[in-house]
């Protein structure tokens, strides 16, 4: 215990044996006791370590409260979401100046009156988390059906409240997930549930009101596949998706007759991915079957299609190997479909009475643009929000006839904010195997000098094909206005590139997704973007396992780390079958019982590769209630680098929020305060806190 007398030593790990043998290699694993989380000594451990991280960062205090102030003072506190247009209402959220959450509203008209539908602020209050995950208002506008979480471990209870009285109902469903959609009668939704490993597996069908047992519609008994609900844009089907990494299946059902039975739409086929759409008087059928990567569209005429075959398919939008189809948006008389081209978004519109498309054009080169909230099928507008690393979040209302657009806000940026003072281009890295790696860039052009004394820090993530945009971040220039470069590197295992990206940076081929970070952050010391003094590299997740990876291959390059929630012991994970997300992602790791990939995946883990090695300074950061990467995996991490470099002159810091998930803080104000820890350590570690 420490009475404020001394100072406190970074804890030592207590180590407990722990023997395996798989595929004839045998390891002692000395911290595998930290899983036993109702035990005493881990939570003791873990209070040990954030009382040092406390202790070691308390010098940062000012620095904390002052990047706090800058990152708020930046926020346009009270505020109002643009509002969308269904049926008689516009429905929008607010933030009001001080309070955490959202506050959801709608008027009748836009600007008539304000009905609040729920304050999330009220919702939270006596809770140290709150988490809204669905927000389902019925068809005709008279109940809400919405989810709480209170432990950020996504466990969610839905609850139904009457719009009319403002009553809530009998309704409280646990153990429910992100998806829930309304039939047409607005007395009826379908919703699903999880298993012990947390897996989306069940959809049950829930009538208002009713006292029997909600009535169980569908089971997903293999445990790689996840389940979800959704409804066509047109509202005429609610759909039931069964994924797994690499194959997906879609049942049907007539929004008007909730009672009757769902009907497959195609049987799974194993490698083979596909999602439907409904317009008008047929199905789109978006998939990668055939060799098509990228994935194109199909077509089949309602009249004509025949259920659970592929009879009457026609082409309608044709594979392109450089283009990856990302999604489609429906309306009556156009179709939106947002690709992904060399690395940018792209939106193309085509009018269905001509069959003219137009790809909308945007004034920057690096770019993102996405759909807004369109809850009206029969529009020729449509809502987008468009932002660049320099251009903060912008609405647009998007005539489809027309291609005019017209901007609705953008966000507020105070202080005084001039996006022509910051510069953002994207660079092209020559990976070691002549890949072309795309980095995004943004600096201050009056603070970047080009000769290697700039600060950067180098963001990455590249797995699940996910893409990190090249978004605006207000609380970014907080970086910036410092000197900073903020580079993200798009590498392989993430989909900036389209689905052959991804694919090049998973399973036997996953360490390609560490080369090219390694690759990236070599180009810009080499061409004078920063120095290795200078330089600092973050990731979270599946980039904190980037993290931990590129720290045991190349620790030299970097002067500080910060790994957030980091997938650190791959080997261990992979291994346990009664974790979250384990079975389901055998096709993006590999499975560990099997020799090929064992052997694959411990050149790698983080975890399993610690070594004496001039590793940077280093923060990880974890979240107790985690279902997705459990706290133990940084917890263990640390421990073993304190025992296997333990005179090391670098700070290694673990940080556990003992109320969080994956996601980190729910509250608006305590997540700020989150980055400004983060950003205090950089600022700290080289150097800068002096300017």
């Not at 008389?333 to 137009?358: C, F, H, N, P, Q």
Request: proline share 4%; hydrophobic share 35%.
């Amino acid at each position: 215990q420490n009475f404020g007398m001394e100072k406190l030593t970074a804890p030592v790990c207590a180590t407990e044996d722990h023997v395996t043998t798989r595929h004839g290699v045998t390891v002692n694993d000395k911290y595998y006791w930290l899983r036993n989380r109702k035990e005493e000594r881990v939570s003791d451990y873990l209070k040990a370590e954030n009382a040092y991280t406390e202790q070691e960062m308390s010098h940062t205090k000012d620095l904390q409260t002052k990047l706090f102030e800058e990152l708020k003072g930046r926020m346009k506190e009270t505020d109002t979401e643009v509002p969308y247009p269904w049926g008689k209402y516009f429905y929008y959220s607010r933030t009001e100046e001080g309070k955490q959450y959202d506050i959801h509203c709608r008027s009748i008209g836009e600007g008539g009156p304000e009905e609040i539908l729920l304050d999330h602020n009220k919702l939270a209050e006596g809770e140290e988390f709150s988490e809204l995950g669905l927000f389902e208002v019925s068809p005709d506008h008279k109940l809400l059906a919405y989810s709480h979480d209170t432990v950020g471990d996504e466990d969610y209870i839905i609850y139904v409240k009457n719009l009319e009285t403002g009553e809530l109902l009998e309704e409280e469903i646990p153990n429910t997930y992100y998806s829930l959609e309304w039939a047409n009668d607005s007395q009826t939704f379908f919703y699903t549930t999880l298993d012990d490993a947390h897996r989306p597996y069940k959809v049950f069908r829930h009538r208002i009101g009713d006292k029997e047992p909600d009535v169980e519609i569908f089971h997903e008994k293999d445990e790689k596949f996840n389940v979800g609900v959704s409804k066509s844009r047109d509202d005429k089907f609610i759909f039931i998706e069964s994924e797994s990494q690499i194959t997906s299946e879609v049942w049907y059902l007539d929004a008007d007759k909730p009672e009757d039975e769902f009907k497959l739409f195609l049987g799974r086929q194993n490698g083979v991915e596909y999602s439907v759409y409904h317009q008008n008087d047929r199905f789109l059928i978006s998939t990668n079957a055939d060799g098509a990567k990228n994935f194109k569209v199909l077509e089949v005429l309602e009249s004509e299609f025949v259920p659970g075959t592929k009879e009457n398919w026609k082409e309608r939008y044709p594979y392109d190997p450089e283009v990856k189809l990302d999604s489609l948006s429906t309306f009556k008389d156009y179709l939106v479909i947002w690709e992904r081209k060399g690395g940018m978004t792209t939106m193309t519109i085509e009018t269905l009475a001509t069959g003219e498309s137009v790809k909308a054009k945007f004034e920057e080169d690096l770019y993102v643009v996405t759909p807004g909230a369109n809850a009206i099928y029969d529009t020729s507008d449509i809502q987008i929000t468009y932002q660049s690393m320099s251009t903060p979040r912008t609405w647009y209302r998007y005539d489809m006839k027309t291609h005019e657009k017209k901007q609705l806000k953008q966000q507020e940026v105070l202080g005084g904010y001039e996006p022509s003072e910051y510069e953002s281009k994207r660079v092209f890295v020559p990976a070691r195997d002549g890949k072309q790696i795309p980095v995004s860039l943004v600096y201050k052009k009056s603070l970047f000098k080009g000769d290697g004394s700039n600060y950067m820090l180098l963001y990455g993530y590249g797995s699940y094909g996910h893409t990190v945009e090249p978004s605006f971040s207000s609380h970014r220039l907080s970086l910036l206005d410092r000197g900073f470069v903020f580079a993200i590197a798009h590498i392989r295992g993430g989909g900036s590139m389209g689905r052959p990206w991804y694919d090049a940076g998973k399973l036997l081929s996953k360490k390609n997704t560490f080369y090219d970070f390694i690759d990236s952050a070599k180009y810009l010391l080499e061409h004078k973007y920063t120095t290795t003094a200078r330089l600092a590299i973050m990731g979270a997740s599946a980039g904190g396992l980037l993290m931990g990876a590129v720290l045991n291959m190349a620790p030299e390059l970097f002067s500080v780390a910060i790994a957030d929630v980091p997938f650190v012991d791959v080997i261990n994970t992979m291994s346990d079958t009664s974790i979250p997300l384990t079975v389901g992602e055998f096709d993006e790791w590999g499975n560990p019982e099997e020799e090929e990939y064992f052997h694959y995946i411990s050149t790698y883990s983080p975890y399993d590769n610690v070594a004496d090695l001039p590793y940077p300074h280093l923060l990880v950061v974890a979240g107790l209630n985690d279902q997705r990467v459990q706290y133990w995996e940084p917890a263990k991490w640390v421990a073993k680098i304190r025992a296997t470099k333990p005179n090391n002159d670098k700070t290694v810091l673990l940080k556990t929020f003992m109320e969080e998930g994956h996601s980190g803080a729910s509250g608006r104000y305590d997540a700020l305060k989150e980055v400004a820890l983060n950003y205090a350590f950089i600022l700290d570690k080289l150097g800068v806190t002096a300017q």
